[in-house]
């Protein structure tokens, strides 16, 4: 596992040039480059698909900046979300098979030097709830959680499951993501210059959580 203590300046260096080119394809994303760079140390550890999980990052922050009137969260949230997203799919060094709870055990144990054990538990949680079964108040670490922090796993685990589905073949397709809000839905229209081919089925699927958590219908055109 990687030692996020023992991050040289070559690292770093490292790590800006990753975070800049997908910064330069979003820039509408406004970037915490000392957090993100610690997230993707850890992440480079366990030998995770690096280019996934920026792209994963990048478009879970433009959803959730583009949907604060609906989820009301604040910066801190905004970090939580930035951490689990980056490292939502470690848990497959272990093996893909339940990978998003293995996930969850690796980011536990992890530190970030600018990130609280509150926080980074939260951020476990929601990397845990990138797939499969939505929150359940039987299930472990979440039944743990007061009232509130359960809302907040619940909506931040909601825009990262559809974050992960846009790029589910793990390919970065998707160039560019405008995010629109309503009263009875959002829309997520692609704005690069080419459309990616997005898997209906599986984006359903994947946005049921936010459709429950927010009371909005979610489509992409």
């Known amino acids: 596992m990687a030692d996020i203590n023992s991050l040289q300046p070559s690292d770093a260096r490292a790590g800006d040039v990753a975070l800049s080119s997908f910064a330069e394809k979003f820039s509408q994303v406004d970037l915490r480059y000392s957090l993100l760079r610690s997230a993707l140390y850890i992440g480079r550890g366990f030998g995770f698909d690096e280019n996934h999980a920026l792209q994963v990052t990048m478009l879970a922050q433009i959803i959730f900046d583009s949907t604060v009137s609906l989820h009301k969260l604040s910066a ?3 970090d939580v979300l930035a951490v689990a997203a980056m490292l939502h799919d470690i848990g497959s060094s272990v093996g893909f098979r339940g990978h998003h709870k293995n996930s969850c055990s690796l980011i536990m144990k992890s ?3 600018e990130f609280s054990r509150d926080d980074m538990l939260l951020a476990a949680i929601v990397a845990r709830y990138h797939r499969k079964s939505e929150p359940k108040p039987e299930h472990e670490f979440y039944s743990q959680l007061s009232q509130h922090e359960q809302k907040r796993v619940g909506c931040l685990a909601a ?4 974050a992960d589905v846009l790029d589910r073949d793990h390919l970065q397709r998707v160039s560019g993501l405008l995010v629109h809000a309503n009263e009875l839905s959002v829309t997520l229209t692609q704005s690069g210059r080419t459309r990616a081919k997005i898997d209906i089925q599986a984006f ?4 049921h959580l936010f459709e429950k958590v927010f009371g909005r219908h979610v489509k992409i055109s």
């Open 111 to 113: 530190e970030i030097p």
């Open 76 to 78: 801190r949230d905004r």
């Open 204 to 207: 359903e699927k994947k946005s």
């Open 159 to 162: 825009i990262l499951r559809i």
